[in-house]
Every structure is written in C-alpha cells, then in structure tokens.
C-alpha cells in the first residue's frame, strides 16, 4: 500500500496549524497595540488593549452583552482612548411571588422594597417579606450581587477564567414572596380594635399580635379556623375564682356572671341541702372565692345492750354444794334514733327523735343445791358420818400464839369458853356455827369452839396446847358430821373465800 495519501494529508495538517498560528499571533499583537483602557463590570475590574474604535466594539470582543436595564458609563458610540474608565453595573434577575402570580425583573435595587417596586407589586405595611426562604424587614438589604466564593482557588486566591475577572460569574438571582397581611376585629369585652396578620388561624393571629387568652376564655370563631379577610373575633374573657368544694381547693376561671352559673360552668354542682357562699345569685368578682359546704342528713339507730342479771335460786332436789344452769341469760337492747346532719362529710348536728326498749334482758339463773345426803367416811379413829364435805385452807395457833397476854383473864379460853387444847377450832361462824363437829384428816375430830378476826369463810384454825402445837398451811378437806343442824342456819352458797391460790395471793 502507498504512503502517498498520508503524506498528503499529514502536509494540509501542518498548513492549518500554521495559518491559525499566524492569525491569533496577529490578534494578540493587535490587541497589544491598542490604547490601554480600565473596565469594571459588577466592581471586578481588569486592563485591556484594543484597537477597536468606541466601547460598543470592545463589549462585543469581551463577550460581554448587556440588558436595558444594565448601566454603562460611558455610552456606547464614546471612542476608546488612552486611559478611558468603562463601568458596567448589571441589573440582578429577581422573582416576586404574590398574589399568586410570579413577576420576573432585572434590577438594580439595593433593598427588597425597591425589588418590589421594580416589579410593579403593592406592598402594604403590615405585609410579610420572604427573602429566599427567610422573613425580612421590607427594607432589608439584597445579599451581594455577585458571590465571591465562586472566584476563589482552593489555595485562597482569586481565580479568573480566561484572564477576566468578571468572567464565570453572574450576578446572582433573588426570589421574594409577598405574604398579604388582612385585618381583623377584636372584640375583648371593650372597644374593638383592629390587627393585620398574615397567619392561617385565628390562633396563631391572636398569638402575633401577643393576645393572652386564658383556658377558661371563649373565642369564636375558635382557635383553629382559617383567618379571612374583615374576620371579626368575639372574646369571651374568663374571671379568676377560687373554688372550694368537695375537699378540694382550686384556682381556676369561669365565664359564669354569678355564683351560680359560675358553679355551673365549672361543672359543680349544688343539691339538697347543700350551702354555698357567697348566695348563688350574687355577681361574680375577680379573685372571688366560693366555697360549697355538702349537708347530708341521715337517721341513724344507736344500739345499746342491757345486761342481764345473774341470780342463783335454791333447788331441793340437788345435791348439796353443786350447781346446775337453770336458765341461760341473755342481754337485752336499747335503741336510740337519731337524724345526724354533716357538713363535708363532718358531723355538725345530732338530734334524737325517740328511744325505746327493743328487748328485755333475760335473767341468768343458776340453781344451787339444798339436798343434805348423810355418807360415812372411815377414819383411824372410826367410821363417822358426815353430811357436807368442804374444801378448807388450814392454819393452826395455840394460846401463846394466839396474840392473847397471859396477864388477861382470858387468855387460853376460846370463844365458847373452852380451855384451848387440840380438837376446838376456830371457824367463820357463818359458814359452820359455834359447836358444830367436823373431821379434819391428820387433825382427828374437832369442835367449832372458836373465831378470829383473820378467821373468813373457807378459812379454818386448828388448835393446840402450847406443849403439843403442830404447824399447819395447807388445803385440806373438812367434814361436818351428823346432826344436820337446822335449814336456817346452813350457809347454801359457800363464800369464794379463801381463793384457790391462796396463800400466794396473800
């Protein structure tokens, strides 16, 4: 295959290269040739030569076209020459959002306000700037028109595309939203009076313009209804009352104008006999305090027991000195009928309306037995016969310990005036009379010959001479033999005297 046609090729290559080197050489060199002249665009500036006549021709080789509403200082058609300043201050783009409609412009403007106006908007006082997103003063200032972080290298340094300053960046866009603010009646309770907001609910209208409203307050149309244009709001304001009722205390608010429908309002409620201060018909005050006392009334029936008697009857066909249950004892009742009236469940009043016996005790009765059963009893001494058999507690004395002098005429002699000696003991004549004859184990018969104050009930004494005394303290068992002496003179009902401990009770 040839080389021919490469070669041929490789040789026009070479030639195109060589003329578009010729002609930038020339451009360059005609660029340099020209008058030096200043250009600031957006107050980036740089030097240039040209060699073209006015400025108009100067734009056109820097690219740079402008709008109507940019300004240009000098004017096109001005000749260049050596040293001419050439500023350029370009209008920025914006968007005006309002009344939902968009409206783009090109200006100037160092403020919003003068945004809008350029835009041809209405702006009313007390309507919302948006600024990108944020909410502004109407007379907040635009941000920079050109954003220097898009020049800068990463080294730190001003970075220029192609040599020229201005060059890669744009003046930079604006966006605006208008909020329309409507107005609004406020009715509180005295003159009306009129605000401008631009939010969506009555609530939040009221909590722009720093309303306090209270949880006791009414507000119509409520809270969460959407805000228009000439909306009236009506406050019902609240009053601050303390309230006491049902144990507890609170402070809260009511909408009520009296007592009563303040109660009312605050779902209280008053029934029977139920009191409240201050009367329920008196108007309301602020701070005002209510207190509702809860009055019941009810009949209560107060038992009270009667105790029953006891009482012991003789029965003759029983034993001797045993006991049996004749009839079982029951309490009767005592009933009292009372109206108890209470204030906060405290009782304030009682009252008796009647009493009456319900029910009459019933008597105990335990029978007691009076049938004497003669029995024989075998003893060392013989066999002897005895009617009762009593449990006794013990003691002995003989003259010397008897507490008698022996200078007194008495002394040694008992009761019945017997010489002391063993076989006479000294008894409570109650329980066995003087001269009755009993049997005591160990002691042998004895006489009932004699008494002593300490000498009570189941108590007995066993005497001695002087010579012959035996110490006794003990419980033993007494018999009292036949005869049986007269009914009349029987103790039926044995004394609980000395008590089963005794003596270490004594």
């Known amino acids: 295959m040839s080389s021919r046609p490469f070669l041929v090729h490789l040789v026009w290559i070479l030639a195109l290269v060589a003329v578009l080197s010729l002609a930038a050489f020339g451009m360059a060199a005609l660029a340099e040739t020209g008058p030096a002249v200043t250009v600031t665009v957006d107050g980036q500036t740089a030097e240039v030569h040209s060699a073209r006549p006015d400025v108009a021709a100067l734009l056109a080789d820097l690219g740079l076209t402008l709008r109507p509403e940019d300004r240009l200082l000098p004017t096109p058609d001005t000749r260049l020459t050596e040293g001419l300043r050439i500023t350029i201050d370009r209008a920025r783009p914006g968007l005006v959002e309002a009344d ?48 220097n972080d898009r020049l800068m290298r990463p080294d730190g340094l001003l970075r ?15 966006r605006v939203s208008i909020r329309r603010a409507v107005s609004l009646t406020v009715d509180d309770g005295s003159v009306p009076y009129t605000i401008f907001t631009t939010a969506e609910t009555i609530g939040e209208a009221l909590q722009e313009a ?35 009722a049902d144990g507890r205390t609170t402070h809260t608010r009511t909408r009520g104008q009296t007592v009563g429908a303040a109660l009312m309002d605050l779902g209280i409620f008053v029934t029977g006999r139920d009191s409240v201060e201050p009367a329920l018909d008196r108007a309301i ?59 906060d469940g405290v009782e304030a009043e009682r009252t008796l309306l009647d009493e009456w016996v319900a029910a009459e005790p019933v008597t105990r009765m335990t029978a007691y037995g009076r049938k004497i059963v003669l029995r024989e009893l075998e003893t060392p001494e013989g066999p002897v016969t005895y009617w009762r058999k009593v449990r006794m507690y013990a003691v002995s004395y003989s003259p010397i310990r008897s507490g008698t002098p022996r200078s007194a005429p008495w002394y040694g002699r008992t009761r019945i005036g017997l010489t002391m000696r063993q076989g006479i003991v000294a008894v409570d004549p ?71 401990d005794f003596p270490r009770r004594r």
Do not use: C
């Open 210 to 244: 720093e309303l306090t409203l209270y949880l006791g307050d009414r507000v119509q149309p409520p809270l969460g209804s959407r805000v228009s244009a000439g909306m009236r709001v009506q406050i019902e304001r609240s009053t601050p009352v303390l309230v006491t």
């Open 430 to 500: 109650k329980l066995i009379p003087l001269r009755t004859y009993v049997y005591i184990p160990n002691y042998g018969r004895a006489i009932a010959g004699d008494t002593g104050g300490g000498v009570i009930g189941k108590l007995i004494d066993l005497g001695y001479a002087d010579d012959d005394y035996v110490a006794w303290h003990q419980w033993t068992d007494v018999y009292f033999l036949a005869p049986v002496p007269p009914r009349s003179s029987i103790m039926w009902v044995l004394p609980n005297y000395p008590p089963p």
């Open 285 to 343: 005050s602020p701070e005002e305090a209510i207190r509702v006392v809860r009055v019941t009334q009810v009949t209560l029936v107060e038992r009270e027991a009667i105790p029953f008697e006891s009482i012991s009857v003789p029965d003759d066909e029983l034993e001797i000195d045993t006991r049996r249950l004749a009839q079982e004892g029951r309490n009767g009742e005592f009933r009292r009928r009372w109206q108890v009236t209470s204030e």
């Open 160 to 174: 220029y595309d192609r040599g020229r300053p201005w060059q890669g960046h744009d003046p930079v866009p604006v």
């Open 100 to 147: 939902g409609q968009l409206h783009a412009v090109y200006t100037r403007a160092q403020t919003v306000a003068g945004l809008i106006a350029m835009a041809g908007v209405p702006l009313a006082e007390n309507d919302e700037v948006w600024l990108d997103g944020a909410l502004v003063e109407h007379s907040a200032l635009l941000p920079p028109l050109v954003r």
